[in-house]
T-cell receptor, first 115, second 113 residues
Framework: EAQVTQNPRYLITVTGKKLTVTCSQNMNHEYMSWYRQDPGLGLRQIYY???????DKGDVPEGYKVSRKEKRNFPLILESPSPNQTSLYFC??????????????FGPGTRLTVL | AQSVTQLDSHVSVSEGTPVLLRCNYSSSYSPSLFWYVQHPNKGLQLLLK??????LVKGINGFEAEFKKSETSFHLTKPSAHMSDAAEYFCVVSVIGTYKYIFGTGTRLKVLA
């Protein structure tokens, strides 16, 4: 089954304790992206990756890091989490051929709480 | 610059009555437009997409949307609401020349029995 998986699904942590949220897709997509969803703000892009070793900032990159060492994986790293990073996070992937026409496939989400 | 505006943050309808969720976009070029649905505690699922072929786009679960260039709108409709349609709906525009997606702020649909 074609899918995007994220782990963990729920995470409660404390300020300053480094954490990683994993994302993996099995569709051989080159393009992957991370979003955060906050009430009333919709989804905002954090980082995206066009291919292995190619990443770029989205609209809200501060406080986050990413890496893309393999095509299927795109982890999101919070080096020193703060309470304002409490949010619902989504990973997505997309086939970039066809340019802007192709839809993104989303993971199930990771609900992060930073105390 | 491209942008998308969902005109209603909340919509309530009775079961069996029509649904209208409104979306306006701003784009210098012919855009690609999408509607996604998010059920409670679930990820986002594609309902339908417009890619400059037919202006009336049919999606899953009886939803459809009409692209109106003159009105810069891409409203989502369904003839008869079902309880299972209760969810949050996002209108999305894909930025031409990039791989960037811009999300609207969402419309929460409530279906009353």
């Amino acid at each position: 089954e074609a899918q995007v998986t994220q782990n963990p699904r729920y995470l409660i942590t404390v300020t300053g304790k480094k954490l990683t949220v994993t994302c993996s897709q099995n569709m051989n997509h080159e393009y992957m992206s991370w979003y955060r969803q906050d009430p009333g703000l919709g989804l905002r892009q954090i980082y995206y990756s066009m291919n292995v070793e190619v990443t770029d900032k989205g609209d809200v990159p501060e406080g986050y890091k990413v890496s893309r060492k393999e095509k299927r994986n795109f982890p999101l790293i919070l080096e020193s989490p703060s309470p304002n990073q409490t949010s619902l996070y989504f990973c997505a992937s997309r086939d970039p051929s066809g340019y802007s026409y192709n839809e993104q496939f989303f993971g199930p989400g990771t609900r992060l709480t930073v105390l | 610059a491209q942008s998308v505006t969902q005109l209603d943050s909340h919509v309530s309808v009775s079961e069996g009555t029509p649904v209208l969720l409104r979306c306006n976009y701003s784009s210098s070029y012919s855009p690609s437009l999408f509607w996604y649905v998010q059920h409670p505690n679930k990820g986002l699922q594609l309902l339908l997409k417009y890619t400059s072929a037919a202006t009336l786009v049919k999606g899953i679960n009886g939803f459809e949307a009409e692209f109106k260039k003159s009105e810069t709108s891409f409203h989502l409709t369904k003839p008869s609401a079902h309880m299972s349609d209760a969810a949050e709906y996002f209108c999305v525009v894909s930025v031409i020349g990039t791989y960037k997606y811009i999300f609207g702020t969402g419309t929460r649909l409530k279906v009353l029995a």
